[in-house]
């Protein structure tokens, strides 16, 4: 074991409150935070190379902000749903996120979101019942292509803007937002 250099975090103890994530993980596994009632802190090293957030990481976890690191790709089913002290998500203008997934932050309390610039697809329910979300940006020349089904249904939208690259909205997808 000594002198590897690992490339997937596979779990954590679920005591943790604060974690700094080596920059050589590439894949952050499913579960590997979930249920991680007391952790509030998570930072990613400069030069991250992570790629993925996999399916439910962070599920459940109390996590309160994250900084998304710029070559993440994808943001998988699941990955902050019931983020319940979840507020803010930050993605940087060099963010290389082209996909987020059904349910990725379902249920958190996001208050606002800028989606990057590269995003091409933002599945099914993946803001739904986000009850403090009042706020969606999209970046300059969006790339966004595609927003499924319920993907913002039981927020608290007060505004948002498409941009002209959207071919396709699905069904409900702002269904019985409050405001």
Same mark, same amino acid.
């Given at each position: 074991?000594?002198?590897?250099?690992?490339?997937?975090?596979?779990?954590?103890?679920?005591?943790?409150?604060?974690?700094?994530?080596?920059?050589?993980?590439?894949?952050?596994?499913?579960?590997?935070?979930?249920?991680?009632?007391?952790? $509030?802190? &998570?930072?990613?090293?400069?030069? #991250?190379?992570?790629? %993925?957030?996999?399916?439910?990481? =962070? @599920?459940?976890? +109390?996590?309160?902000?994250?900084?998304?690191?710029?070559?993440? $790709?994808? &943001?998988?089913?699941?990955?902050? #749903?019931?983020?319940? %002290?979840?507020?803010?998500?930050? =993605? @940087?203008?060099? +963010?290389?996120?082209?996909?987020?997934?059904?349910?990725?932050?379902?249920?958190?309390?996001?208050?606002?979101?800028?989606?990057?610039?590269?995003?091409?697809?933002?599945?099914?329910?993946?803001? +739904?019942?986000?009850?403090?979300?009042?706020?969606?940006?999209?970046?300059?020349?969006?790339?966004?292509?595609?927003?499924?089904?319920?993907?913002?249904?039981?927020?608290?939208?007060?505004?948002?803007?498409?941009?002209?690259?959207?071919?396709?909205?699905?069904?409900?997808?702002?269904?019985?937002?409050?405001?």
């Amino acid at each position: 074991i000594d002198d590897k250099i690992f490339d997937i975090l596979y779990f954590v103890c679920r005591d943790i409150t604060h974690i700094v994530i080596p920059s050589s993980i590439k894949r952050i596994n499913s579960y590997a935070f979930n249920e991680c009632k007391n952790l $509030k802190k &998570i930072e990613f090293l400069e030069n #991250s190379e992570l790629l %993925s957030i996999d399916c439910f990481a =962070f @599920s459940n976890s +109390s996590i309160e902000n994250i900084s998304i690191p710029d070559r993440v $790709k994808q &943001i998988c089913e699941h990955s902050f #749903s019931y983020c319940r %002290s979840l507020k803010n998500v930050k =993605f @940087s203008k060099n +963010s290389e996120l082209k996909d987020i997934k059904n349910h990725a932050f379902f249920g958190s309390s996001i208050v606002k979101i800028k989606i990057p610039k590269n995003v091409k697809q933002i599945r099914k329910k993946a803001f +739904s019942e986000c009850n403090n979300l009042k706020m969606v940006k999209f970046c300059e020349n969006s790339e966004l292509y595609s927003i499924e089904n319920e993907t913002f249904c039981l927020s608290s939208i007060e505004c948002v803007l498409i941009t002209k690259s959207v071919k396709k909205i699905g069904e409900n997808v702002f269904a019985n937002c409050k405001n």
